[in-house]
């Protein structure tokens, strides 16, 4: 079916609309490997075949992939630990790169 002569491509808007995500989730899903990669069009651009979309909504409708579990392993819930101020405050400048390491966040200590 992915081959027909009737198999229209879409570019990346009208793709993700079809499937009902936003162009970010869209690519998003391509990056963690839940979307194949586009075919290319021109040396810039894009486009994925209708049937293989058509394909990815079924597949969705059998509970095979959904959109909300690849938000959850992309992003942690909460924020940064923020540092203690006043009297709780340690001294260790350190401390700051350490619990960056801990919570898996790249910002510097200062």
Known sequence: MSGDKGDKILRARPAATKIGLGVRTFYREISLGNIPKGIPITDRAVGWRESTLDRII?????????STDIVSEKRKPGRPRKLPVGDDADTDEDTAARWAREEGNAYPAR
């Open 58 to 66: 079924s597949d969705r409708e059998k509970g095979l992939r959904s």
